[in-house]
């Protein structure tokens, strides 16, 4: 009977990500239609992001160090963050305007097509302009990984590839519970995005320059602090955030993996509490 339920989970996995890229690569043609019109849009998106990094610039114009962190170090925990946020906010951002369909009633529509609601809504109204802040991160990030003095072992090359995935994963994982939370509020979009975008943006400065208590809080209550500060300490040679074990570097897919099974917990109680408009 296990084996059974195993099964028809897998399926409905599969059945997920089948419907995810139909859906997705229908917004993708639509887009790319007007070629000229996503062009611009999208450069109009890197360099809006890009801002973000500018005010740092401007910070270190006045400075040498920001929190006990040089340039290169503050670039890497920028680009460590930019990227993760750009690729979950690409795959799955548009879950954020659950609480509109909610409001309106047109979640309806998902729930009677032959395809699981979170990867409908995950992939409605694709937008591959996204693709700028992922674009804009990375090149940061390529910026700090040229200008650091980092002694590289195996071990941290492999660091690189995980944390992006599993800051990718964590970010993806408080999109989906943010939409979960929607089903009740219905209008929690701001609130979410204080977890989201306020979040990426919160991980672009050192641990150091905030207070114990919002470290603790973004470490034990909503994990964000995994998706760059604990692995960049291991790069860095730096202090880890509240005095965390070593091992903890590498626990980045470990609370990828707990943030995904919540929000999905969440996500399914939320689905289940909706009973429509009424109308």
């Not at 975008?197 to 991980?203: A, C, D, P």
Request: some cysteine.
């Amino acid at each position: 009977m296990r084996e059974s339920g195993v099964r028809e989970s897998g399926v409905r996995a599969l059945e997920g990500v089948r419907a995810y890229g139909l859906i997705a690569g229908m917004w993708i043609r639509s887009t790319l239609a007007y070629r000229v019109s996503f062009a611009l849009t999208a450069l109009g998106g890197l360099v809006v992001t890009g801002l973000d990094f500018v005010a740092i610039l401007l910070m270190f114009a006045q400075v040498d160090v920001l929190g006990g962190y040089t340039l290169p170090e503050v670039a890497f925990l920028y680009g460590l963050s930019a990227t993760s946020f750009g690729i979950a906010d690409l795959l799955i951002g548009s879950a954020e305007r659950l609480g509109r369909r909610v409001r309106d009633g047109s979640l309806d529509t998902l729930l009677v097509r032959p395809a699981p609601v979170l990867a409908q809504a995950a992939a409605d109204r694709f937008a591959l302009r996204r693709l700028g802040r992922v674009t804009q991160g990375a090149l940061v990030l390529g910026y700090a990984l040229l200008a650091l003095d980092v002694d590289w072992t195996p071990a941290k090359v492999l660091l690189l590839p995980l944390t992006l995935v599993s800051g990718a994963a964590i970010f993806g994982a408080v999109f989906v519970a943010g939409a979960a939370f929607q089903f009740v509020a219905q209008d929690a979009s701001e609130a979410q995005a204080a977890f989201t975008y306020g979040g990426q943006t919160l991980l672009q400065y050192p641990p150091t320059v905030f207070g114990k208590e919002l470290v603790r809080g973004v470490t034990f209550i909503v994990p964000l602090a995994f998706v760059n500060w604990v692995p960049a300490a291991h790069v860095l040679g730096r202090p880890y955030p509240l005095g965390l074990p070593q091992w903890t570097a590498f626990a980045p897919p470990l609370v990828a993996a707990g943030c995904c099974a919540l929000a999905g917990l969440a996500w399914r109680a939320g689905l289940r509490s909706y009973r429509s408009t009424g109308s």
